[in-house]
């Protein structure tokens, strides 16, 4: 039908004929647009337009009226049609072409195919609403494809095409003028034109310059630039830019392309070309045959040194027909980013719209998914890029930005079909259109795009395999997809004005499973899908007309397309339904679902709320504009004067004078220098911040002190307190600056930096660089970097990181994270992000500060007001509730909103805002009423007003205003100030505008004014709000978020009105509304109210969250029953806030609203939360949600802590008082308890030579033995009798002892002349005592020896010696076998000053861990060997925690004896060493005598040793300098026993003094010399004491230097004795005592005892045994108690007198007469019957014989003849059988005068 010259083809026909027909539809004029004058006009005829066109005053140019809204759409306005009542139809609108993109960065080098980011073009075309090409304005006006196109930079300079330009220019009227939307733009030429458009070869239809030589351009995804060559431009090559699947791979010609052909033109910018005919056409490619890509693509366009040139030729196949669509790799686009630069999350929440595209992956390559074939012919003019970014897969745009989980099945990647957006929707509508995707895959948009958002709020709720309840319950068996839909029609019907959210959908899911079935595990399906329609319809037209349903078999895409034009088509918004519910049935294929939201209230909240901060700033760009627009609005509305035409009448009535500031006694104007110059009295009673610590913040802080306590218990890995000496300090804030001064001055209130030694001197500054900001600014980065290196260089501070109020941003953390030496401690009023699946924060290492904590014990009467509290305002009766919603301010911005559908909410309503404010001072000024403001504004406005004129210091309220935005908020900073100084109220009341970076600034007369109040210099000036404390002022506060800042007393109002999009999750809300939380003064009416509010929660289960409840219930009754001294603020919200916050007054908002921004649920049908405590809150949340951020890599990180509550309860002073008492606590780690004996001065000296050398052998022997027992931990034993005892000695040791009285102790530092425990660990002592070293050659390997010992008492026994490597060197192992030959020993001669000579053997009583065996600093590092000896029972634990140490491992019959069994078993090891040792030397041929025969028994509480001078002072020395001391002492090898005196704070010693006395603690033990004496195994409590006496008593040496003197810790655990416990085959009758301890041979109603047999007997004997003679009338002083063969106690009230009937006859035996008889036979032989016979006791003395067993009783019985003077009764321990009960023989004594035996008395 035409040629190649551009006459009709088919083509342009049938363009040409869908332009028309669609212009006449959408037309205002009955006047069809002429068809056949642009199909039929020649190309050379061009319609000559004049250079300026007259315009008609009431027309405004269509391409004027073109704005970029702030999302980024056009919109086509005049300000006629902005104007109030309904929208009007514009007759024609047109979009503007955008400006041409700058240069493209291509790849130098070989030549690629250019697959560019979708920027510059993608985004300059992205949402906009896409108009039918061609609709152009009535023929008097510029065609506005050529007014409205920036000349190409081609024409910007010398090439020029050779046809004339022509310029368009208008003149403004001064109406036009003032309209935003009709500015003045500069002319700027145009190519000349047709109604055709433009037909020079190398400029495309709309003018732009598409030449090689001259093009830059921006690509979007997947296009690649080609060039063209045109036979009418041979000798330059035209560009285009088409989609890289539709041509072959460069190089490649046999690779697979799709055929057809998609391409944009880079020259206008204009898209979607679907026919290269098409193309052709629009290029002016002048093709003198066929127009086919293959004949006329010939090159790809490639970047070689900054140039565009040609490239490699495209590889066109000669059959282009048989080609098969070819594969392309999966892609995945980047979502649009969040203005912290991260990524948005999708939160399934009215703010969880994104843009975000993913293809499939999961499909392996050559699937059938991979074959993409070219998409059914849509619509002419159909978007192809529009199609690709809001269209493949609904899901792909708003999918999160990791990979998508396994188990949710993506829909398929091509949507069947595409939908159409009619124009004028949003106008018709009143608002955007909201489309809820839910259960299908939701077809493409194109069309007017721009007046639609896709939001995936319910999507997952239909998505299977992903609403699990529980572990494997899934709910595709309980609900099905019918029933989830009907679900969801029901839900939305009836929500009314309430926004939809996901949780609330949820709640309704879960309860119709609960009522399917009765439970959650229900199989029923209650919709089937024949029932749909008919039930959908039905709750729709149950709603009122706020619902619609519509059904189609088609295709999803024709029925939205179908209820898209309904709703365009609608005759004003308030016809249309808020939900169009559109149910797709098809016969062969799942169901699906989507909703269509056009209420405006809804739809506006789901569109407005999906946007980040940073596409709220770029939606702010027009501000101006809209200010201007609203401002035209409300010219008349204030009594038919403009409101600043009143304001400027009244300001000049002023005459220049303003109101008083203060004080009313003065003129009602006075003049502005007078006012200027007024200063107020300092004011006393100004409210300052209490510093004081509350109850409820110390117990916050050791509740953190205990969980890190039970850290370092649990895993010294983890945590090890031991190393650390001092506590180090960072707080990490957000970047707020006033929140920055706030932390300042806390942390300098509170004096803690002092308390922990951080600082020297107490100053504000001080503090400072302990504080920093978490931001990008140099001083905050540097300031980390000096502390990451503190860190990494203080090993022995343990740091503590407080991140305040900053979230899970833990960015720049990740360095120390896993440090040993950082604590990091979380704080937070809303910590929900914290409380996910993948927190780092371990769930018991959470601390809630409940506020109920805050009654219990507070004298103060203050009390907690927070967010509860406002919701139980909502119940009050009495009074007016603190919690209220302006509603006449909401119908007035719905108004607004209605009139103006393109306007922000956010614009509208803070303009409407300040102008209430602005019209209440106006009449507060004036004393008038015009309208305008609402009450709850006026009144607050004019208490603001009048307070300070009624006060004589000028003091009054400060009323918060809450404005996000922080461009709106400087707007509103900027009219309230002029406002006021136009009024003549300059100095009554200070507008502040505060955010996040910004200091708080006032003017000069308020910053005088506060100067006064509080008596401080000019240089003081406010840092903080609390500041602010009681000046008259409006404080703006702007920023998205709050970030806990505290506010002054002097709050009254809290006017959250603004904040209403993107706050309804809980985070948010609790955010908010903390601005007005604070401590308030109250006296309570009912004081048994509020002394129910116990904040101890300390049961489990049902009791905890009853107790929980019941306290939140007292507290309410409490809160409405007292009469307030402060008044808590009064918060203005706004509806859909009130409306939440009244739905659930008990607190059951937290169990319906998400989270926060930061977390996602982690399925979308979960179990109801039923519960409100912290606890409960904690558990479901780290269940069901998860962080939408990047945690660290380690889960459950142990050091890691979390501090939460309400804002304002105390937080701050809570976790600084825990650094003070976990210092203090840290100090006392480092601090021993030691034992102070009471000892007034020392022994008495024989020896009247005055000390002047050391102790030598001779001068000791003639010692006499000092029998006094000074240690205090003796106190239960009885005194030795000599004859000086005199009668206050048993007095105070009865004293001691019956009153139960602590030992005396004394707190001593450690130091590095002390031992250590396992919680000590420092890099020097690291190896020793773990053995851990960087070394492969030094790993810790151990081996276990037997060692066998032949005993004459207990035969042969086996001994194990765990032998680490590191310690072989001190063992003598056979060559062949390896086996264990002995310990090592020195000889006498040699010296090594290196190494010690006696080997330790360290008795392990204590707990492992408490015990001091690590010795590497108290023995100067030098070598020596360490023996630990233990119970077989305690192996694992000493060898866990002390794996580098020799252990010995003592027999099993060992676990029941006491400390005389260890030592017994040590000095029979040591004896069969020396014997081994001997006889190897003589192998070697050294005389065995000169083998080293001593060796060193010590306790493992031995903590610090002491020397004292020669000016006798104390000196603090090592161990290993002790040692060297005693082994260097002359004829030590001659002394039995050599000991050291234990320290005391009473001792008073001189130098070289040294007495003879009992050795124990420490003790050089010469194995030799006492060969035959042994300790007692049996002795539990004192074999120190028996075995010294017995030693003495071989007449050995024993000598105990008193110089030289150890400190004894303190232990709870003593000597370690063994409980006693009834035997379970036994019934006890009553409490085990001392007298049930034996019972008669053969007796059935005793109760046996599991406790070894010695013990009872010991502990028989020290308690009830000889208690029978305190009651008589004996004196005790003189008639000790004779023990035969050893040291047994009796008790302390009791002497007693050891003697040995073999060492000869005892000079005090003379005319003594004994009070008792103790006999022992277990160890010892049986004495003499005759020395028996000569000792003399008193009538009714007492007498224990102890005998292994019945026999051995009656045996010793009959020798020494017992039964003829004493009245004897056999009794035996109360053991079982198997344990071996020993035999105790009790008699009395008997006179017998007449028989004159010598004996008797």
Not at 112 to 129: E, F, G, K, T
Not at 1336 to 1351: K, N
Not at 1514 to 1539: K, R, W, Y
């Amino acid at each position: 039908m035409g040629n190649s010259q551009g006459q009709l083809k088919s083509s342009r026909f049938e363009n040409a004929l869908h332009m028309s027909i669609e212009q006449s539809l959408r037309s205002s004029s009955a006047t069809p647009h002429p068809l056949f004058s642009q199909l039929y006009l020649e190309k050379d005829i061009k319609v000559g337009l004049p250079e300026v066109l007259p315009v008609p005053p009431d027309h405004v140019d269509p391409c004027r009226q073109v704005a970029i809204s702030p999302r980024g759409s056009t919109q086509q306005e005049s300000v006629h049609q902005r104007g109030p009542g309904p929208p009007q139809v514009p007759p024609r609108l047109v979009s503007p072409l955008p400006p041409i993109p700058g240069p493209i960065p291509l790849v130098h080098g070989p030549i690629q195919r250019v697959v560019l980011p979708p920027s510059s073009l993608a985004q300059s075309y992205h949402q906009q609403r896409y108009i039918i090409p061609g609709q152009f304005p009535p023929p008097h006006a510029m065609p506005p494809l050529m007014c409205n196109v920036p000349p190409p930079p081609s024409l910007r300079h010398s090439d020029k095409p050779p046809t004339q330009q022509h310029h368009h220019s208008r003149l403004l009227s001064p109406k036009e003028e003032r309209s935003p939307r009709g500015q003045r733009s500069s002319a700027s030429p145009a190519r000349p034109a047709t109604l055709e458009g433009c037909q020079d070869v190398g400029f495309c239809k709309a003018g732009a310059d598409i030449r090689l030589s001259s093009i830059h351009a921006k690509l979007p995804d997947r296009f690649v630039l080609v060039g063209a060559t045109s036979p009418y431009l041979p000798e330059d090559t035209l560009v285009a830019a088409v989609d890289g699947r539709f041509l072959p791979l460069p190089g490649n010609a046999q690779s697979l392309h799709l055929t057809g052909f998609s391409g944009d033109c880079v020259g206008c910018g204009k898209r979607g070309f679907r026919y290269f005919s098409e193309f052709a056409n629009h290029i002016n490619l002048k093709v003198v045959s066929e127009a086919k890509k293959e004949n006329h693509l010939r090159y790809y366009i490639t970047l070689r040194q900054g140039r565009m040139v040609k490239g490699a030729l495209i590889p066109w196949q000669a059959d282009a027909a048989a080609r098969e669509p070819r594969m392309l790799p999966a892609v995945v686009e980047v979502p649009p980013q969040s203005g912290d630069g991260r990524t948005s999350p999708d939160r399934e929440h009215p703010q969880g719209i994104s843009d975000i595209h993913v293809k499939e992956e999961s499909d392996p390559p050559g699937s059938s998914k991979d074959l993409k074939q070219p998409p059914k012919k849509r619509h002419r003019f159909h978007n192809l890029d529009e199609e690709k970014q809001a269209g493949e897969s609904p899901v792909k745009r708003r999918m999160h930005s990791h990979p998508p989980s396994p188990e949710v099945k993506l829909p398929p990647s091509n949507a069947k079909d595409s939908a159409f957006v009619p124009a004028n929707l949003a106008d018709c509508c009143g608002t955007k259109v909201a489309i809820l995707e839910c259960c299908g895959s939701l077809p493409s948009l194109h069309g007017h795009v721009s007046d639609v958002s896709v939001s995936a709020l319910f999507r997952r709720s239909f998505l299977r395999g992903t609403n699990e309840l529980s572990e494997g319950a899934q709910t595709e068996n309980t609900l099905n997809q019918p029933t989830r839909i009907l679900l969801l029609i029901k839900y939305l019907l009836q929500l009314g004005p309430r926004l939809p959210y996901c949780e609330g959908f949820a709640a309704a899911l879960t309860r119709a499973v609960t009522e399917t079935d009765g439970s959650l595990g229900g199989t029923s399906s209650v919709v089937t899908r024949e029932q749909l329609p008919s039930l959908a319809k039905l709750s729709a037209d149950a709603s009122h007309g706020s619902g619609r349903v519509v059904v189609t078999q088609d295709s999803l895409a024709a029925g939205l397309t179908e209820v898209l034009q309904s709703l365009a088509s609608s005759l004003s918004a308030d016809r249309c339904p808020d939900y169009t519910f559109i149910v797709c049935d098809p016969e062969h294929d799942e169901l699906q679902f989507c909703v269509v939201v056009s209420g405006p209230l809804q739809a506006r909240a789901l569109i407005e709320g999906s946007t980040s901060s940073a596409d709220r700033a770029n939606q702010h760009s027009t501000i101006a504009e809209d200010i201007l627009l609203l401002a035209s609005h409300f010219d008349k509305s204030c009594q038919g004067i403009e409101l600043d035409d009143l304001i400027a009448k009244f300001s000049a009535h002023l005459d220049g004078k303003v109101f008083p500031p203060f004080n009313s006694a003065l003129p009602a104007k006075i003049d502005e220098s007078e006012a200027s110059e007024m200063k107020p009295t300092p004011y006393e009673d100004l409210h300052e911040r209490d510093t004081s610590l509350h109850p409820h913040q110390i117990r916050a802080a050791m509740m953190l002190l205990s969980r890190v306590c039970s850290i370092a218990d649990r895993d010294r890995s983890s945590l090890d307190l031991g190393r650390f000496t001092e506590v180090g300090l960072l707080i990490v804030t957000p970047p707020s600056e006033v929140l920055y001064e706030q932390t300042v001055d806390r942390l300098h209130s509170s004096r803690i930096l002092l308390d922990v030694n951080l600082v020297s001197m107490d100053s504000r500054d001080a503090g400072k660089p302990f504080v920093m900001k978490l931001d990008d600014r140099t001083g905050s980065q540097s300031q980390l970097e000096d502390f990451v290196a503190n860190v990494r260089s203080k090993a022995e501070t343990l740091f503590v990181v407080v991140l305040d109020s900053v979230g899970s941003d833990q960015s720049g953390f990740q360095e120390i994270a896993d440090v040993p030496n950082v604590l990091f401690l979380h704080v937070s009023s809303t910590p929900y992000s914290l409380q996910t699946r993948n927190t780092p924060i371990p769930r018991e290492n959470e601390i809630h500060m409940d506020k109920h904590q805050y009654v219990e014990g507070d004298s103060s009467h203050s009390r907690y007001f927070g967010i509860r509290d406002y919701q139980a305002s909502l119940g009050w009766t009495n009074q007016t509730p603190l919690l209220q919603s302006d509603e006449t301010f909401e119908l007035m911005a719905e108004s607004l909103l209605k009139s103006y559908p393109d306007l922000h909410s956010r614009i509208a309503g803070t303009y409407l805002l300040v102008r209430q404010y602005s019209v209440a001072i106006l009449n507060a000024a004036t004393g008038q009423n015009h309208r305008g403001a609402t009450d709850a504004t006026m009144v607050t406005v004019q208490d603001l007003i009048a307070s300070p004129l009624a006060d004589k210091h000028g003091r009054g309220p400060m009323v918060l205003l809450r404005i996000p935005s922080p461009q709106l908020a400087a707007l509103a900073y900027q009219r309230l100030r002029q406002v006021r100084d136009r009024l003549g109220l300059s100095y009554r009341f200070e507008v502040i505008l505060a955010g996040p970076d910004r200091a708080v600034e006032v003017h000069q007369h308020f910053l005088q004014r506060l100067q006064a109040w509080r008596g401080l210099p000019s240089s003081w000036a406010p840092a903080t709000y609390e500041d602010l404390e009681g000046l008259p002022c409006i404080l703006i506060l702007t920023d998205e978020h709050t970030h806990g800042e505290s506010m002054p007393k002097s709050l009254k109002v809290v006017d959250l009105r603004l904040v209403n999009e993107g706050m309804f999750d809980l985070a948010g809300l609790e955010c908010e509304l903390g601005l007005a939380s604070s401590h308030v003064t109250r006296t309570p009416v009912d004081a048994r109210s509020t002394e129910r509010c116990d904040g101890d929660e300390t049961g489990t289960g049902d009791e905890s969250t009853k107790r929980h409840e019941k306290s939140e219930q007292d507290a309410t009754t409490a809160t409405r029953r007292m009469e307030a001294d402060e008044e808590p603020p009064l918060v203005l919200v706004s509806r859909q806030a009130f409306v939440v916050l009244n739905e659930a007054q008990s607190g059951g908002y937290a169990c319906s609203l998400p989270p926060c921004n930061d977390t996602r649920w982690m399925a979308g049908l979960r179990p109801p939360l039923t519960s409100s405590s912290s606890e409960d809150r904690s558990s479901y949340y780290r269940e069901w949600t998860e962080s939408s951020h990047e945690m660290p890599d380690t889960m459950n990180h142990p050091r890691r802590l979390l501090l939460y509550g309400p804002p304002q309860i105390g937080k701050t002073g809570a976790y600084l008082h825990f650094c003070r008492v976990l210092h203090h606590m840290l100090v006392k780690l480092q601090e021993v308890e030691v034992d102070d004996d009471h000892r007034t001065t020392g022994p008495s000296n024989p020896d009247p030579a005055p000390l002047g050398g050391p102790p030598d052998l001779s001068r000791v022997e003639r010692m006499t033995f000092d029998t006094t027992i000074y240690q205090e931990r003796y106190k239960h034993c009885s005194l030795i009798w000599h004859p000086g005892m005199s009668k206050q000695d048993l007095t105070r040791r009865a004293t001691s002892d019956v009153q139960g009285k602590k030992n005396s102790t004394v707190l001593v530092k450690a130091t590095k002349l002390t031992s250590h425990n396992s919680f000590h660990s420092c890099e020097e002592c690291q190896s020793y005592c773990t053995g851990d070293s960087t070394k492969e050659s030094e790993i810790l390997t151990t081996r276990i020896h037997e060692f066998r010992i032949c005993d004459p008492l207990l035969g042969e026994v086996s001994c194990q010696f765990i032998i680490p490597s590191q310690q072989e060197s001190n063992f003598i192992f056979e060559n062949e076998t390896g086996s264990l030959c002995s310990l090592h020993l020195p000889v006498t001669g040699q010296e090594n000053k290196q190494a010690v000579k006696s080997p330790m053997f360290m008795l392990m009583r204590n707990l492992p861990e408490q015990s001091l065996a690590n010795l590497y600093h108290v023995m100067d590092g030098c070598r020596h060997t360490l023996v630990l000896v233990c119970k077989e029972k305690d192996t694992d634990a000493i060898r866990k925690q002390w794996p580098c140490h020799t252990v010995l491992v003592l027999p099993l019959l060992a676990n029941s004896m006491g400390g005389g069994g260890l030592k017994y078993f040590v000095k029979r090891v040591a004896t069969q060493n020396l014997r081994a040792e001997r006889l190897r030397y003589q192998t070697l041929g050294v005389d065995p005598g000169s083998v080293w025969p001593l060796i060193l028994i010590m306790e493992d509480w031995l903590f610090s040793w002491r020397k004292t001078d020669m000016s006798r002072s104390e000196v603090e020395v090592s161990l290993n300098s002790v040692i060297c001391h005693v082994e260097a002492l002359p004829d030590i090898t001659q002394f039995a026993l050599m000991g050291v005196d234990q320290w005391s704070t009473r001792s008073k010693v001189t130098q070289r003094d040294c007495r003879k006395s009992f050795v124990d603690n420490m003790v050089f033990l010469n194995v030799e010399l006492t060969e035959d004496v042994q300790y007692n195994p049996y002795e539990f409590f004192h074999e120190d004491i028996d075995f010294s006496w017995r030693v003495h008593n071989r007449q050995l040496p024993i000598c105990t230097l008193a110089y030289l003197q150890v400190m004894v810790k303190s232990t709870l655990r003593e000597l370690n004795p063994p409980d006693i416990i009834v035997h379970p085959s036994t019934l006890s009758r009553g409490p085990i005592t001392a007298d049930r301890f034996l019972v008669l041979p053969g007796a059935d109603d005793c109760a046996l005892l599991l406790a070894p047999p010695h013990f009872v007997v010991e502990k028989y004997l020290s308690d009830v045994a000889f208690q029978g003679l305190l009651s008589s009338s004996m004196d005790l002083l003189h008639h000790p108690v004779l023990v035969m063969e050893g040291y047994i106690s009796l008790g302390p009230k009791i002497p007693v007198f050891p003697v040995s009937s073999t060492a000869g006859p005892v000079s005090e035996l003379e005319g003594m007469a004994f009070s008792g008889l103790v006999i022992d036979t277990c160890l010892h032989p049986v004495p003499s019957k005759q020395f028996i016979q000569q000792s003399r006791f008193i009538d009714a003395a007492q007498l224990v014989l102890i005998s292994p067993d019945g026999n051995s009783a009656r045996t010793a019985v009959m020798e020494l003849d017992l039964e003829r003077n004493w009245q004897l009764e056999t009794l035996q321990t109360a053991n079982t059988r198997e344990d071996g009960p020993i035999t105790v023989i009790r008699g009395t004594h008997r006179a017998e005068p007449d028989r004159g035996l010598g004996g008797q008395i």
